[in-house]
């Protein structure tokens, strides 16, 4: 069954810290995998993105607060630190493969609320 499987958000503080998690199933020959998120009423966005090779990408909003890990060639961490209220979104996993064919998790929501 092909999928990736997204784990870890949830509701945190501003100022917490989360780890987002994605596993993928039954996808081969990976090249990138990343975290695009959505938050109501906006596009989607890309969050960070890392190759098979370890080169990684983030967005300026994110820069030296979140790191993205290549646990191995099927999964990644997102680690997010200092979080804000404005992080606050459903986070998408994305797996895309040297074909180019792009794969997409369900969504994780992650708010950020006192």
């Known amino acids: 069954q092909v999928q990736l499987v997204e784990s870890g958000g949830g509701l945190v503080q501003p100022g917490g810290s989360l780890r987002l998690s994605c596993a993928a199933s039954?996808?081969?020959?990976?090249?990138?995998m990343g975290w695009y998120r959505q938050a109501p009423g906006k596009q989607r966005e890309l969050v960070a993105s890392i190759t098979s090779g370890g080169s990684s990408n983030y967005a300026e909003s994110v820069k030296g607060r979140f790191t993205i890990s290549r646990v191995n060639a099927k999964m990644v961490h997102l680690q997010m630190n200092s979080l804000k209220p404005e992080d606050t979104a459903v986070y998408y996993c994305?797996?895309?493969?040297?074909?180019?064919?792009?794969?997409w998790g369900s969504g994780t929501l992650v708010t950020v609320s006192l």
């Open positions: 994305n797996a895309v493969r040297y074909s180019g064919l792009e794969y």
């Open positions: 039954g996808i081969f020959s990976i090249n990138a």
